[in-house]
């Protein structure tokens, strides 16, 4: 923030000159990076799909439309199994994510050097794999279906849920612990008294908003064969047959709509 | 029945907030605990049932030497102790009635107090002190709903269904209303003399101090300042305490203080 005098009067300016050329030079850099960068994504594509492209979108949706609906018979169970992946995935999760977010959270974990950095290392091998990659491996070790699936959303879950659980413990109101502490309470009762209340919102937001994401994931699972409509999704796609596909997006999009609708109702009544 | 002996506080920062403290307080006895902010009253408070661990010195309560104690045995002494905040700290999302039996965590196992199955005795008492306090009819209210009086009345009857033999108070009345305020000190000293409980009262308020206790006194910067009777803080001894200001007003507002109210 400089001042200077001119003339007797005090100038402020939000910059000195020289900080103003740097940005100005800075602005410029970036800008030459992103034409050179769009010149050579220009020259790697080949132009003729592109232009292309909005016929053969055109041709698709005429041929998907007007979705099959008979093959609705065919769609009830796998739909019925991709929202029970969801659910018993994220319950299955939850479980897990309790313990592992009090032991990461500063306030509560038994030993910051040796439990905490685990519980944080669970946390993030758990986020930092897609739910599909786990499926992947699953299926390998566990051969392909239902349970392969519930268990990808699971270990795909833990590590989102403990983490925001930890950062909702962080943040709690220590005198409400000290208050419960200073009546001669034992640990676990300080817990159950002082810190479950306070954590019930997030726990319950958590919940319901991690189960909204799960609905999602799991319409994709059956990509790779755990389980679900993603199965149908993938043989249709392979045998283009575009009725059918049309059918199951609209199908995925109403379970994620309801199950949207459904968290919103939820946190709504918790918050 | 209550004795600090030379209790030195040293914060990791190297912040001094107790310098060889010490007091004495017999049974039944309420002191008011003064002094400007920072002079170390939380800490002393804290540090006699170790919600901070002193650093030196001795808690002696009874024949107990609270300093000495192993986890478990800190607990049963803690009992002894009710406490009662500034901010209420009561568990907001609780009930009152969760909150008042939540002060007999002391002496319930978990499972009981995890399902919520306290003793019937214990119960009954939740009500009478719900009753003494005069809020009875919200004990099924959750504890965010209530006014900052009535929230401070529950966190008195949470501390007293310890059944306690001292009271620890930290700025009852510092976010309450001057009417309140007077009723909340009221209402722990009367307490304090049906029950025959010693109190140590932290208070910002001097004339409100004044107004009810037996004795006063001033911690500065984590010393002994002052210690006599109410009637003996002189604005000399408030200059001591808090530093040089006009205490002629402080004093004087008793009288007017109490014919405004009326």
């Given at each position: ?72 018979e ?84 833990v ?27 034992s ?26 994401i799960?609905?999602r ?35 995925i ?19 | 029945m ?8 040293t ?50 309560l ?48 978990f ?101 009810f ?9 984590g ?40």
């Open positions: 923030m400089p001042v200077r005098e001119i003339a007797g009067a005090k100038v402020w300016r939000r910059r000195t000159t020289g900080e103003a050329m740097l940005r100005w030079v800075g602005w410029l850099i970036g800008v030459a990076i992103f034409v050179w960068c769009w010149q050579q994504i220009s020259a790697s594509t080949t132009w003729f799909f592109v232009w292309d492209a909005p016929r053969i979108a055109g041709d698709i949706i005429d041929r998907a439309t007007p979705p099959r609906w008979s093959y609705m065919k769609l009830w169970w796998p739909i019925w199994d991709t929202i029970n992946i969801a659910t018993l995935g994220t319950l299955i999760a939850l479980v897990l994510a309790v313990p592992v977010a009090f032991l990461a959270a500063r306030n509560t974990t038994p030993s910051t050097w040796i439990i905490r950095p685990v519980a944080l290392f669970i946390i993030v091998a758990s986020r930092s794999i897609n739910s599909l990659i786990w499926a992947l491996l699953l299926i390998a070790i566990i051969g392909p279906g239902v349970f392969a699936g519930i268990l990808a959303i699971a270990i795909r879950s590590g989102f849920c403990a983490k925001l659980l930890y950062e909702a413990i962080e943040e709690i109101d220590e005198t409400q612990v000290e208050a419960i502490t200073a009546t001669g309470a640990r676990w009762q300080v817990m159950v008294y002082g810190i479950v209340p306070q954590i019930m919102p997030a726990f319950a937001g958590i919940s319901v908003f991690r189960w909204d799960n609905i994931e799991s319409t994709v699972l059956g990509l790779v064969g755990a389980g679900g409509i993603g199965l149908q999704l993938s043989g249709s796609l392979n045998t283009l047959a575009w009725p059918q596909v049309s059918l199951i997006l609209l199908v999009l109403l379970a994620v709509v309801i199950s949207e609708w459904v968290s919103a109702k939820v946190r709504g009544a918790i918050i | 209550l004795r600090l002996d030379k209790l030195v506080k914060y990791r920062t190297g912040d001094q907030a107790l310098k060889s403290v010490e007091i004495e307080v017999p049974i039944g006895q309420v002191v008011a605990l003064i002094g400007p902010s920072g002079a170390g009253k939380s800490t002393l408070i804290r540090c006699i049932n170790r919600l901070v661990e002193p650093s030196g010195g001795k808690v002696w009874d024949d107990v030497e609270l300093t000495a104690l192993s986890s478990g045995a800190l607990r049963r002494a803690r009992r002894r102790m009710g406490m009662i905040f500034q901010e209420y700290a009561l568990v907001e999302r609780l009930t009152v009635m969760e909150n008042v039996l939540s002060g007999r965590l002391g002496y319930v196992g499972w009981r107090s995890l399902l919520r199955r306290f003793p019937q005795k214990d119960v009954d008492e939740a009500f009478r002190l719900l009753d003494r306090v005069g809020l009875l009819a919200m004990a099924d209210k959750r504890a965010d709903e209530l006014s900052g009086g009535q929230r401070q009345r529950v966190g008195i009857a949470r501390a007293l269904i310890q059944n306690p033999a001292l009271l620890l108070v930290d700025e009852p009345t510092a976010s309450l209303d001057p009417k309140t305020s007077r009723q909340i000190m009221r209402l722990i000293c009367e307490l304090c003399a049906e029950r025959g409980l010693a109190a140590i009262i932290n208070i910002h308020d001097v004339a409100l101090a004044q107004m206790v037996q004795r006063v006194i001033g911690l500065k910067a010393e002994i300042a002052f210690d006599g009777p109410p009637d003996a803080l002189t604005p000399e001894v408030l200059t001591r305490i808090y530093g040089e200001e006009d205490w002629q007003a402080t004093i004087k507002t008793d009288e007017t203080a109490e014919e405004a109210v009326a």
